[in-house]
């Protein structure tokens, strides 16, 4: 059964940086599509990035390009969420989600697996 642990998650001011870790256990994951999803309290799960496992390919929301990386590090099965210029509405419970297949989803309902969340808040 696959599973999906997130870390990282913490307090951080406006401007600041935060890194998410996904450890990844109990599947092939090269034939994965990995996803970052985010929800803050009252709102709907949303996309915040997600990454093809086996050859790297990105897609973003338009309210993280050019702050947030996602990337993979296929010898330790883990995906990373780098997040820069942190801002008060990055304020949100983070989670990682696994898809098998190729297409870059970014709704939740396509994806297959979840992780319990990492919480992340920006204060001013």
């Known amino acids: 059964q696959v599973q999906l642990v997130e870390s990282g998650g913490g307090l951080v001011q406006a401007g600041g940086s935060l890194s998410l870790s996904c450890a990844a256990s109990?599947?092939?994951?090269?034939?994965?599509?990995m996803g970052w999803f985010r929800q803050a309290p009252g709102k709907e799960r949303e996309f915040v990035a997600t990454i093809r496992w086996s050859d790297g390919s990105t897609v973003y929301v338009d309210s993280v390009k050019g702050r947030f990386t996602v990337s993979r590090d296929n010898a330790k099965n883990t995906v990373y969420l780098q997040m820069n210029k942190l801002k008060l509405e990055d304020t949100a419970e983070y989670y990682c989600?696994?898809?098998?297949?190729?297409?870059?989803?970014?709704?939740?309902?396509?994806?297959?697996?979840w992780g319990q969340g990492t919480q992340v808040t920006v204060s001013s």
């Open positions: 989600a696994a898809r098998r297949g190729v297409g870059l989803g970014i709704l939740p309902s396509s994806y297959d697996y």
């Open positions: 109990g599947g092939t994951f090269n034939s994965y599509v």
